[in-house]
């Protein structure tokens, strides 16, 4: 599985984006798709993840109610919308691919983007 990660940005503080990670090769709708952030001097951390197949989604407390994580119609892609952003926010953002079921540990990922950098202004 290969993805490509693209949508970050600038914006305002109580903006909002839309990061889209596309995948190709195998059948993506059959794994789990996270997303995760990194800061800098910060360890990477997990975000979101959604499993198609079980209807499932997970997030981190730190956004939930302010993100959302969707699978587009063709199933080789997924969003990562982002509402109310917060300077807190500001990281480079990876899409992930697995198949240990929605997990929060890097490790528990196979596939990764190439990142995304979103950066929240006051």
């Known amino acids: 599985v290969q993805l490509q990660a693209c949508g970050g940005g600038l914006v305002q503080a109580g903006g909002s984006l839309r990061l889209s990670c596309v995948a190709s090769?195998?059948?993506?709708?059959?794994?789990?798709a996270g997303w995760f952030r990194q800061a800098p001097g910060k360890e990477r951390e997990f975000v979101a993840a959604n499993r198609w197949a079980a209807g499932s989604t997970y997030y981190a407390d730190s956004v939930k109610g302010r993100f959302t994580i969707s699978r587009g119609n063709a199933k080789n892609t997924v969003y990562l919308q982002m509402n109310s952003l917060k300077r807190e926010d500001t990281a480079v953002y990876y899409c992930?691919?697995?198949?240990?079921?929605?997990?929060?540990?890097?490790?528990?990922?196979?596939?990764w983007g190439q990142g995304t950098q979103v950066t929240v202004s006051s």
């Open positions: 992930a691919a697995g198949n240990r079921g929605i997990q929060i540990g890097i490790q528990d990922y196979d596939y």
């Open positions: 090769g195998r059948a993506f709708s059959r794994y789990v």
